[in-house]
């Protein structure tokens, strides 16, 4: 049996709000830990716009008559977790680097999760939520642009703390770079 425009839609939507909620929780962690404080406000700053935008896409899915699956946000939350695998080994002067490099990917998945909302709504003729899924795309990106700034003067912080044995990180060991 074939599925309705809307009820593809609703799909989408309840995958994309499964995931934010999943990020949320991941940025709420990743601002507690790491010892960059620039970098620790942005995870918070990002968990709150996170909030704000499943809370739309929640708003969404109801006036289409659909409600959040708890199915689809427990298997988000628990493959959520994954990422953080690629840590291990790590050292833990370098989590803030590593917890960056993870929120740059999960921006750019979303920016294709919102790409393939949007256009599935345009192609439904419902363009509520393509225009939604085109401004949280927007803020998604801006985001993406943010981490990947921040990236560099973390990943040299850590370097020089590793090398140093220190804080003090270069400055201590008279090197440059």
């Known amino acids: 049996m074939a599925e309705t ?10 995958d994309a709000i499964a995931a ?5 929780t991941q940025l709420q962690g990743f601002a507690a830990e790491g010892d960059d404080p620039v970098a620790k406000a942005a995870f918070h700053q990002h968990a709150l716009e996170t909030k704000q935008q499943y809370e ?11 409600s959040t699956s ?18 291990l080994g790590h050292e833990k002067e370098e989590r803030t680097t590593q917890n960056l490099m993870i929120a740059y990917a999960v921006e750019n998945s979303e920016l294709a999760m919102y790409e393939a909302l949007a256009t599935v709504a345009e192609a439904a003729g419902d363009s509520q939520t393509a225009a939604l899924a085109r401004d949280i795309q ?18 040299v912080a850590s370097f020089e ?17």
């Open 70 to 87: 708890g199915v689809k946000s427990f298997l988000a939350h628990v493959f959520g977790l994954s990422p953080k695998a690629a840590q």
């Open 56 to 66: 739309r896409l929640t708003a969404r899915l109801q006036s289409l008559g659909g």
């Open 161 to 177: 703390r590793l090398i140093s044995g220190s804080a003090t990180g270069a400055a201590a060991t008279g090197r440059t770079y």
């Open 138 to 155: 927007a803020e998604e990106k801006a985001t993406a642009e943010k981490v990947w700034a921040l990236i560099p003067g973390t990943a």
């Open 20 to 24: 934010e909620k999943s990020f949320e």
């Open 5 to 14: 425009s809307t009820d593809v839609i609703k799909r989408y939507l309840e």
